[in-house]
């Protein structure tokens, strides 16, 4: 009978955490994505308001209107720059998220290595226990013949 092999719950729970880890992960792409598509929407709303602006300023606006658009575009761009922080510390979550990941896959791997080896081994003693089965029953088989002649 095959023995289990002793480390096989830390090979399991290392592959739990490893599973934990790849979700966690594709949450953190998921939200890094949320994020950079925000940025993208403040850069290209700022760039249309912007457009706005010197098309009033060419065809000629009040000073009340100068500073509400210059006033709007300063809030927008300090929004832009609150989100493009936002995303560099998405950005670091995300590679934190990938290294761990890594982690735990290398120590999945660590436990398969020593499963396998262990299996390679129960299969080796299996093997000879039943060539020593085999040889024995030959042999008696063998002394039987040998003395009914």
């Given at each position: 009978?095959?023995?289990?092999?002793?480390?096989?719950?830390?090979?399991?729970?290392?592959?739990?955490?490893?599973?934990?880890?790849?979700?966690?992960?594709?949450?953190?792409?998921?939200?890094?994505?949320?994020?950079?598509?925000?940025?993208?929407?403040?850069?290209?709303?700022?760039?249309?308001?912007?457009?706005?602006?010197?098309?009033?300023?060419?065809?000629?606006?009040?000073?009340?209107?100068?500073?509400?658009?210059?006033?709007?575009?300063?809030?927008l761009d300090e929004a832009i720059a609150h989100q493009q922080s936002v995303v560099?510390?998405?950005?670091?979550?995300?590679?934190?998220?990938?290294?761990?990941?890594?982690?735990?896959?290398?120590?999945?791997?660590?436990?398969?290595?020593?499963?396998?080896?262990?299996?390679?081994?129960?299969?080796?003693?299996?093997?000879?226990?039943?060539?020593?089965?085999?040889?024995?029953?030959?042999?008696?088989?063998?002394?039987?013949?040998?003395?009914?002649?």
């Amino acid at each position: 009978m095959t023995e289990q092999f002793p480390l096989q719950p830390l090979l399991d729970l290392a592959n739990n955490r490893m599973d934990d880890a790849a979700r966690r992960l594709g949450e953190l792409i998921a939200s890094d994505r949320a994020v950079e598509e925000k940025l993208a929407l403040l850069v290209e709303y700022r760039q249309e308001y912007q457009a706005r602006f010197v098309e009033a300023a060419r065809n000629g606006i009040g000073p009340d209107a100068w500073r509400n658009y210059s006033a709007f575009l300063a809030k927008l761009d300090e929004a832009i720059a609150h989100q493009q922080s936002v995303v560099s510390e998405s950005k670091r979550r995300v590679e934190q998220g990938q290294q761990d990941w890594v982690d735990q896959r290398n120590k999945v791997k660590a436990f398969d290595t020593l499963s396998h080896r262990h299996q390679t081994q129960q299969a080796r003693k299996e093997a000879k226990q039943e060539q020593r089965l085999t040889d024995e029953h030959a042999a008696k088989q063998f002394r039987d013949r040998t003395g009914e002649e």
